[in-house]
């Protein structure tokens, strides 16, 4: 057992929080993470930003582009209104599996539909696939190279609607500098910066909110 840190985070999840406690899993997904072993999750500092955008918006749709083992997952989630849906895609077939049980774990998988597939390739899917017009909001935090890409897609496929929130992590560390550009010179973006640091660590990144203009 705990073959690769997704294992081993799912399986101190199993152990150390409530089942059906979604804050319990998230703060054990954290102190792991911080006191055993680093992982790429949004954590808790700039999850407080993700939280606040969530709660501002109200989302009735929400699309996150990675999932790793789930920890933003559930942080959204947690916050969802009633009645509105998660889609989140994970390209790893692994990282996937142990996201479904942490979600399982949390009580969450209700309201979340995990998809398994490369963003390019499952983006022009979503609209049929779940009856759905546009998103509300979309978290964007998958490989740095493919935020430009993606975003560029989300805007073909139809899927952005005047309002619609992008939220992007990591657009200093590692950076994203080809995004930044974009969202921040289009007319059809009005776009902010938040300063924060990485996850459980003292370096400095930060998050950028772009609302789509139409
Ligand atoms: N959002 C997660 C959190 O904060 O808990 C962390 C996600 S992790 C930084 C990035 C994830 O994106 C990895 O699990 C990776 O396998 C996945 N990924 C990278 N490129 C992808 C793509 N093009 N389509 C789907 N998943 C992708
Ligand atoms: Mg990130």
């Keep these: 057992s705990g073959q690769s840190r997704p294992m081993r985070i799912l399986q101190f999840v199993q152990s150390a929080a ?6 319990s899993a998230i703060c054990a997904v954290d102190s792991y ?3 055993v072993e680093w992982a ?11 939280d606040a955008v969530v709660l501002a918006v109200r989302p009735r749709w929400v699309l996150e582009l990675g999932t790793y083992c789930g920890y933003s997952t ?3 989630a947690r916050l969802l209104p009633p009645g509105a849906r998660l889609v989140t895609l994970e390209m ?5 599996q142990v996201a479904k049980q942490i979600l399982g774990h949390a009580g ?4 979340v539909d995990l998809l398994v597939g490369a963003s390019s390739a499952l983006i022009p899917q979503l609209k049929k696939k779940f009856e759905m017009e546009t998103f509300d909001l979309i978290f964007i935090d998958h490989w740095k190279a493919s935020y430009l890409p993606d975003a560029r897609l989300l805007e073909e ?3 952005l609607a005047p309002g619609t929130v992008l939220l992007a992590d990591n657009v200093t560390c590692p950076g994203a500098p080809d ?3 974009y969202v921040r010179n289009s007319p059809r973006y009005r776009s902010e910066y938040f300063p924060c640091q990485l996850e459980y660590l003292q370096v400095e990144d930060g998050m950028e909110k772009s609302v789509f203009l139409g």
Excluded: S
């Design 18 to 23: 409530a089942p059906g406690d979604a804050n």
């Design 40 to 50: 790429m999750n949004v954590g808790d500092k700039k999850g407080q930003i993700l």
């Design 157 to 159: 496929c139809g899927l």
């Design 179 to 181: 995004y930044l550009q």
């Design 108 to 111: 969450l998988d209700t309201q």
């Design 92 to 96: 790893n077939q692994h990282y996937a």
């Design 33 to 35: 993470c911080a006191n």
């Design 74 to 76: 559930m942080r959204i």
